[in-house]
C-alpha cells in the first residue's frame, strides 16, 4: 500500500516511544525513517531490526577519533553525529554497519539539527575478507536528497510497525479514563 513520508514518520516516531526511545530520539528516528524510505530504499525490515537492538553504546575515543562498533547503530550514530559535529573528534569509524543506508538518513536528520553536513565514506580495511569500514566526517554543505512523495510499503511490515504503535496505547477502562485519558467520563460539548 502506498503510505506518505508524513505517515513513515509518524509511524516509526510512536513506535519507536512503543519499543521505549525517548521522545526527542523517537522524533529523529521517525525523519530517518521518511528519509530512507523517500530516498528508494526497500524494505522497513533493517529500520525495525535497528529501532529495536539493544541501546548499549560502544563508542571508543582515542587521538580525536571516535570508534563505534556493537549492533547499537542508532545509540551509536547519536552520539557519532554529536562528537563530530561538536568538533570533539574529527572523525568516527563504525567498524561494523549492517544497514549503512540508514545511517545516511540519520546524518541528514543531524546534519539538519546542527547546521552542517556529514560525509560518510566506505574504507576497506586491510583485510580484504572483512566489511568494509564506514567513516564519518563533517563537511559544510547540508546534503538535501530529492525524496520521493509516497512510497509503497509491504502491508506485512507496516503491521509490525503498528503492533509497536499499540504499546503506546492506553488500556479503556473507568480508572485509565478518571486519570485523564480518552475524553473523560462525562461529554460536556
Known amino acids: 500500500m502506498?503510505?506518505?513520508?508524513?505517515?513513515?514518520?509518524?509511524g516509526f516516531k510512536k513506535a519507536a516511544i512503543g519499543v521505549?526511545?525517548?521522545?526527542g530520539a523517537a522524533e529523529d528516528i521517525g525523519r530517518a525513517a521518511a528519509i530512507y524510505c523517500?530516498?528508494?530504499n526497500a524494505g522497513l525490515s533493517p529500520l525495525l531490526n535497528a529501532m529495536q537492538q539493544k541501546?548499549?553504546?560502544?563508542?571508543?575515543?582515542?587521538n580525536r577519533v571516535a570508534r563505534c562498533?556493537?549492533?547499537a547503530l542508532i545509540a551509536n550514530a547519536t552520539i557519532a553525529f554529536d562528537l563530530v559535529g561538536a568538533g570533539r573528534v574529527?572523525?568516527?569509524?563504525?567498524?561494523?554497519?549492517?544497514?549503512?543506508?540508514?545511517?545516511?538518513?540519520?546524518?541528514?536528520?543531524?546534519?539538519?539539527?546542527?547546521?552542517?553536513?556529514?560525509?560518510?565514506?566506505a574504507i576497506q580495511t586491510n583485510d580484504s575478507s572483512a566489511p568494509p569500514e564506514f567513516v564519518i566526517r563533517r563537511v559544510h554543505e547540508i546534503e538535501q536528497p530529492e525524496l520521493a512523495?509516497?512510497?509503497?510499503?509491504?502491508?506485512?511490515?507496516?503491521?509490525?510497525?503498528a503492533k509497536l504503535v499499540a504499546k503506546t496505547f492506553v488500556p479503556s477502562s473507568d480508572g485509565s479514563r478518571l486519570?485523564?485519558?480518552g475524553a473523560g467520563v462525562t461529554d460536556n460539548d
Do not use: K
Not at 502506498?2 to 509518524?10: V, Y
Not at 543531524?110 to 565514506?121: L, V
Open 2 to 10: 502506498r503510505r506518505s513520508l508524513n505517515e513513515i514518520e509518524t
Open 20 to 23: 521505549g526511545w525517548p521522545q
Open 38 to 40: 523517500g530516498c528508494g
Open 55 to 62: 541501546r548499549i553504546v560502544s563508542v571508543m575515543m582515542e
Open 69 to 71: 562498533s556493537g549492533g
Open 90 to 121: 574529527e572523525q568516527a569509524i563504525f567498524a561494523w554497519l549492517e544497514n549503512p543506508e540508514f545511517l545516511r538518513a540519520l546524518s541528514l536528520v543531524a546534519g539538519t539539527d546542527q547546521g552542517c553536513g556529514f560525509q560518510i565514506e
Open 149 to 161: 512523495d509516497g512510497v509503497d510499503i509491504n502491508e506485512e511490515e507496516w503491521a509490525e510497525i
Open 179 to 181: 486519570l485523564g485519558a
